[in-house]
T-cell receptor, first 107, second 118 residues
Framework: RKEVEQDPGPFNVPEGATVAFNCTYS??????FFWYRQDCRKEPKLLMS?????NEDGRFTAQLNRASQYISLLIRDSKLSDSATYLC????????WGLGTSLAVNP | DGGITQSPKYLFRKEGQNVTLSCEQN?????MYWYRQDPGQGLRLIYY???????QKGDIAEGYSVSREKKESFPLTVTSAQKNPTAFYLC?????????????????FGAGSRLTVL
């Protein structure tokens, strides 16, 4: 089993749609969690950290479920500019990166 | 504005040549990292440094070398011993090391260096 697993997609959604990504992790001792966004041939950029109680930043909501060992990212009212690959990152004394989920938002 | 500068952005190298990738940060971060990204693979850690004059091997250090003589700088040398050097190389930094990463201490990346071996 991979340490961090994500559905690679691609997710193709129309503008305005709501889309959700999940990410599962294997190390129950993982301490912190992040979502990064990576545009094609660019560097990853932090989208948001994920807190135990869940957190929201505008149209983006992140949730953590420690019992089931997964984190999620919800994007509401998708924009064309949200098209990117979303990387799940888990800190288990070292950072473990998922392979990413590709999102394409279509007009 | 503070940030991380990587150079060159694109680099072509002949087989058997060493090449050095530059990474400079003005964020006053203690920790710096080098990652490699290949198509279809997640980011893989090459080397990291938590403090000046100290660095540790990551998961794929073979064929690479680094130095950390200044807080701001963490150059990576890709040696001829690296069997598959063609990749996208990413430098990153954080205020504190991996063991203390949290919402207030996150990884920031440079724009990357794309190395192609001919």
């Amino acid at each position: 089993r991979k340490e961090v697993e994500q559905d690679p997609g691609p997710f193709n959604v129309p503008e305005g749609a709501t889309v959700a990504f999940n990410c599962t992790y294997s190390n129950s001792a993982s301490q912190s969690f992040f979502w990064y966004r990576q545009d094609c041939r660019k560097e990853p950029k932090l989208l948001m950290s994920v807190y135990s109680s869940g957190n929201e930043d505008g149209r983006f909501t992140a949730q953590l479920n420690r019992a089931s060992q997964y984190i999620s990212l919800l994007i509401r009212d998708s924009k064309l500019s949200d098209s990117a690959t979303y990387l799940c990152v888990v800190n288990a004394r070292k950072l473990i990166w998922g392979l990413g989920t590709s999102l394409a938002v279509n007009p | 504005d503070g940030g991380i500068t990587q150079s060159p952005k694109y680099l072509f190298r002949k087989e058997g040549q060493n090449v050095t990738l530059s990474c400079e940060q003005n964020l006053n971060h203690d920790a710096m990292y080098w990652y490699r990204q290949d198509p279809g693979q997640g980011l893989r850690l090459i080397y990291y440094s938590q403090i000046v004059n100290d660095f540790q091997k990551g998961d794929i250090a073979e064929g690479y070398s680094v130095s950390r003589e200044k807080k701001e700088s963490f150059p990576l040398t890709v040696t001829s011993a690296q069997k598959n050097p063609t990749a996208f190389y990413l430098c990153a930094s954080s205020r504190e090391g991996t063991g203390r990463l949290s919402g207030a201490n996150v990884l920031t990346f440079g724009a990357g260096s794309r190395l192609t071996v001919l």
